[in-house]
């Protein structure tokens, strides 16, 4: 079973300044990890992913997260966000076997404010 | 490339009633999950089909809940005796079998009153 803990359930933040949002994961087996977003009123949308190669993966808009197998954390950062980043994200895990279920955080609210 | 669709996108229901969801996926995913998401949580994983097969159940998913994938296109979710912790989003998301990545739909909100 794995278990996923996104400690911050809310992150203020002002436009253009750094940002980081912290996950740990727990699973006795190996696992792929995912960062999932989700606007107002929209949908889950995957934002980025870790399934093998290289443990930092970027997102188009800007977007990085680094796979830690030590610490078991795949935290999420971004230098400089925007307004339009306001949104709730969610980090998953998925076993690496079945690749099939997402087990998720319980989400943090990222508020950029100007 | 339409996207995952569900319907309705609300339901208001009154307790003891039975309800139930569509979900369409992506045309070309053999994939299809349930997952339910209730305020301030991370969607929780319900059930999820390969083709028609149900390969997965939650122990979340009581006997009050079925879903079914007859054809390996769309799939429903019937909720029977309704309870008012039965209130959630309930997310519909698919996937190819070899591809990681869940395409989500916009959900179906259920209010049991």
């Known amino acids: 079973a794995q278990s996923v803990t996104q400690l911050d359930s809310q992150v203020p933040v002002f436009e253009e300044a750094p940002v980081e949002l912290r996950c740990n994961y727990s699973?006795?087996?190996?696992?792929?990890l995912f960062w999932y977003v989700q606007y107002p009123n929209q949908g889950l949308q995957l934002l980025l992913k870790y399934l093998s190669g290289s443990t930092l993966v970027e997102s188009i808009n800007g977007f990085e997260a680094e796979f830690n197998k030590s610490q078991t954390s795949f935290h999420l950062r971004k230098p400089s966000v925007h307004i339009s980043d306001t949104a709730e994200y969610f980090c998953a895990v998925s076993d690496t076997g079945t690749a099939s279920k997402l087990t998720f955080g319980t989400g943090t609210r990222l508020q950029v404010t100007l | 490339d339409t996207g995952v669709s569900q319907d309705p996108r609300h339901k208001i229901t009154k307790r003891g009633q039975n309800v139930t969801f569509r979900c369409d996926p992506i045309s070309e995913h053999n994939r299809l999950y349930w997952y339910r998401q209730t305020l301030g949580q991370g969607p929780e994983f319900l059930t999820y089909?390969?083709?028609?097969?149900?390969?997965?159940k939650s122990r979340l998913l009581s006997d009050r809940f079925s879903a079914e994938r007859p054809k390996g296109s769309f799939s429903t979710l019937e909720i029977q005796r309704t309870e008012q912790g039965d209130s959630a989003m309930y997310l519909c998301a698919s996937s190819r079998s070899k591809d990681y990545e869940q395409y989500f739909g916009p959900g179906t909100r259920l209010t049991v009153t």
């Open positions: 699973s006795s087996v190996s696992v792929y």
């Open positions: 089909f390969q083709n028609e097969a149900q390969l997965e």
